[in-house]
């Protein structure tokens, strides 16, 4: 019988079928964060209950803690980070606390430390797990409750899902970046098109990209509503897999993490790769996205009434007008961080665009490196000299910062962002920002000329 990745995934980790249809599934690994792990703790105290396998599970401060110096910036946000400390010690878990040389956003870290290889089913209570299925691996966020679970049992309840295949087919062309690619089919696929689904991305311009890129196409297919995300094992991912401080510590054999050649997906789209041009958001949803050198859709474009108003509400919030030339949208504030584009790859793209220019006038502009190892390494390879002389602010500390705004770094009513993050729905980055979603060379290119540009020009 032939089958698809996903589906191998989810066989290889079925401990038991239930009575009413889902199953029990094994979690191979468990990341915890200081934002979504306090309730499951307590949870645990209160049935007198322990950690079943505690070297099976990590926890990471990355959501609320503050970029700009190792404290944290309030005491709300440093209760939750030393709660989330004391509770690592009392159940003997790893913590990548603060001032630890490997602290950084959990789904930078966890590749960049070798937890995660193909075959492994990987749980964490935030959406973007899916990151890790660019390895071959199933990744999914879980809620408070799903975490208690896993934690006491090392199991889940779980609900196979359908599964789609996007394919993208042909290669790319210059400028056209992983974020372009997955921006593109978030905007054709639409958000919420793939719910109910894993989707599988295939295809040559899929298969060209490094682990950095295959990551961001991983980590961004949530906004499809997608709960797993997968891109078939090559050598390109065996190649990754090695030189980290736990490339040993998980081993998945005797199995092809592929689909085979004649599965049967349930739904099937195909996007060319040569189509795709750099894209950039312009309403309050990932799927509300048109090329930097198309105009801001007018009325005339949908025929629906629900669509039109959609239209009016987001043009609304986003100070925009109909038809309005995508380049002529000017920014405040440029930010290139999360857990979508902040990795070494990405700040090299952004420094290419950004040596031997300036940030325009009036703009802010602000990186945060992903992981304290990511920092160092930029440090040491000269970027952060590259963003400074620029005109970007560095900061030493790795964490979410300003993708959701749960620190100290927080677009202001109105301020327009050209983000490198993953979402840009109303008040993300704070209480009345706008934000566009972009590649972090595209954000570079809008820092230096103060207004949506098409990073083409700067090649």
Partial sequence: MTKTLYDKLVDAHKVCDLPDGDMLIYVDFHIMNEYTSPQAFS?????????????????????????????????????????????????GIAFYGLGDPRQGIEHVIVPEQGLVVPGMLIACGDSHTTTYGAFGA????????????????????????????VTIQGSTTLGVTAKDIIMKVVQVVGAGGANGF?????????????????MTICNMAVELGARAALIAVDEITQAALKGHSHSDQFAFKGESWVSDPKAVFDKEFTISGAAIEPLITWGTSPDQSISITANVPSALDYVSPKAKMALERSLQYMGLTEGQPAQSIKIDT????????????????AAKILEGRQVAEGVEAIVVPGSALTRIRAEAEGLRGIFETAGFEWRPEAGCSMCLAMNDDIAMDGERVASSTNRNFEGRQGRGARTHLMSPAMVAAAAVTGHLVDVRDFR
């Fill in 43 to 91: 949870g645990m105290e209160s049935k007198g209950l322990k950690v079943w396998r505690p070297e099976a599970h990590l926890t990471v401060v990355d959501h609320v803690n503050a970029t700009r110096s190792v404290e944290a910036p309030d005491a709300q946000s440093k209760l939750l980070i030393d709660n989330l400390e004391n509770n690592s010690i009392k159940h």
């Fill in 138 to 165: 199933l990744g999914f966020g879980i809620g408070t409750s799903e975490v208690e679970h896993v934690l006491a049992t090392q199991t889940l309840r779980y609900k196979r899902m359908k599964a789609m295949r």
């Fill in 198 to 214: 894993a989707v599988e991305f295939a295809g040559s311009a899929i298969r060209d990209l490094d682990m950095a890129g295959r």
């Fill in 334 to 349: 440029a930010f290139i961080g999360s857990c979508t584009n902040s990795r070494i790859e990405d700040l090299r793209e």
